[in-house]
């Protein structure tokens, strides 16, 4: 059959235009050798440097910055025609554009270079990449990192939310679930949760950290999250709240996988003729259980930092462990062990004036093994609390109190070693040392 290919054009158009736009079909390929991946950061809020708008923004690929639009006038023609700048990448549909002659790249699957920028905006996984993670990588300066293992930026400011992405994309079943799906349907938040887990375990990153100052400025701004109490804890129960409220998916793995329930039952009174006359029994479910430490002041009973009480873990448990000891009256008895059970320390008054400073810092003691119930138990995340005292050039920066500073070791369960990620750093731990530290949270993983 014959192809009047004219007739794809209308039919009042003059001859010129049509010619014209059949040979604009076909992209300049040379502009690609301008592309500098180094300057490209997708990490940071996704706004027109221009008009500041979020909508239809482009990442110019060759200086990395945001310009809206593709039409003429628009901030990004401009700047392909002010700057000979000449590639883009749509940042929401993930579709390359040559500018000023607004050409899209359609066969960008077939180049290895823009397949690499995409992956590098949004990564995608099949079940048989996560297989053989955590594996070594090498970022674009050829720097050596272990994906899912990863440090991150400005840790003075974000280093709460550092530990909590890095505690649930390191708790399995969740992570898979990150990793493989895409949330088109399920809102922006999860959305963009689910690129910050994806991120994480990138292995093509162009560097070798990230950071998550956009996301939890979004959760601030449009997600209502409360930063003047923050700590893990509180942004962990935050984030599983939220992440419960918004998937049915997750919200299930959730709750199949870290969920547990207490059995708590109060007695009013106890004589020795009519045993113990019970009052009220309550089953709560819990994401974290919160172990209290043995009442310590820094500045009473002749303290000092050389001299910090110490307690084992197992200790802590008994309240929970021992079926048949009240506490105050109550007995805790716990009816569902999940598969992951997180712990939290509970270190700060914060009805305090200096909730830092005046912290509980007894020492827990641990080793990497636990049992529960006859349950067997493996660490697989020690989130620990380190302060930041204020220098004198700070003055009052923190209300006359010390600062909390937080660092995450987790456990590579396939080379059998702890890292420790500190702010960018990450660094290899030995097992037997990490109590050494004020642990705020655990995450234990129940062994088969
Ligand atoms: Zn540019």
């Known amino acids: 059959m014959k192809i009047d290919h004219k007739r794809r054009f209308s039919v009042n158009e003059p001859k010129q235009e049509a010619v014209k736009k059949v040979k604009s079909q076909e992209p300049d390929y040379a502009y690609l050798e301008t592309v500098v991946r180094e300057k490209i950061d997708f990490d940071s809020e996704k706004i027109c440097c221009i008009t500041l708008s979020p909508l239809n923004v482009y990442c110019c690929l060759v200086c990395g910055h945001y310009y809206q639009g593709r039409h003429e006038k628009s901030p990004a023609f401009i700047h392909s025609i ?36 995409k992956y590098a905006l949004y990564p995608t996984y099949c079940t048989k990449d996560l297989q053989s993670f955590p594996k070594q990588c090498f970022d674009l300066s050829n720097r050596a990192y272990l994906n899912g293992f990863i440090g991150f930026t400005n840790s003075a400011a974000y280093d709460y939310a550092h530990t909590v992405l890095l505690l649930i994309s390191h708790i399995a079943p969740l992570r898979d679930c990150f990793l493989l799906n895409h949330f088109d349907n399920e809102g922006e938040f999860i959305k963009r949760l689910s690129i910050c887990i994806k991120k994480i375990w990138s292995p093509k990153l162009f560097k070798h950290h990230l950071s998550v100052n956009d996301f939890v400025t979004y959760l601030k701004v449009k997600e209502g999250l409360d930063l003047r ?10 984030l599983l709240n939220k992440i419960c409220s918004s998937s049915k998916q997750l919200k299930s793995i959730l709750n199949q996988s870290c969920k ?14 009519n045993g113990p006359i019970i009052s009220k029994v309550n089953v709560k479910p819990f994401w974290v259980l919160t172990l209290d430490l043995p009442e ?25 462990s021992n079926r048949q000891t009240y506490y105050a009256d109550t007995l805790f008895e716990l009816t569902r062990l999940p598969q992951f059970l997180i712990f939290h320390f509970n270190r700060f008054d914060r009805s305090s004036e200096h ?16 049992e529960l119930l006859h349950a067997k138990y493996r660490l697989k995340t020690n989130v620990v609390h380190v302060v930041i005292k204020a220098s004198s050039t700070d003055g009052n920066a923190f209300n006359g109190d010390e600062r909390s500073h937080w660092i995450t070791q987790l456990y590579d369960d396939k080379n059998e070693k702890w890292i420790e990620v500190d702010g960018l750093n ?5 097992a037997e040392l990490l109590f050494l530290n004020e642990t705020f949270i655990q995450v234990w993983e129940k062994q088969e």
Not at 85 to 107: E, G, M, S, W
Not at 355 to 370: D, G
């Open 296 to 320: 310590f002041s820094p500045f009473k009973d002749g303290n000092t930092v050389e001299n910090l009480p110490q307690v084992n873990i197992i200790q802590l448990l008994t309240k929970f």
């Open 426 to 430: 990450t660094t290899e731990r030995e």
């Open 260 to 273: 547990g329930k207490v059995k708590i039952t109060k007695i009013e009174n106890e004589t020795e003729e």
């Open 82 to 117: 002010n700057e000979n700048h000449h590639v883009f990448l749509n940042l929401t549909n993930l579709k390359f554009y040559i500018l000023p002659q607004n050409i899209q790249i359609l066969n960008d699957n077939k180049i290895q270079l823009l397949n690499g920028i």
């Open 355 to 370: 909730p830092v400073k005046n912290r509980n810092q007894t020492i827990v003691e641990f080793s990497s093994e636990l």
């Open 229 to 238: 109490f923050i700590d893990p804890r509180f942004f962990l129960l935050w």
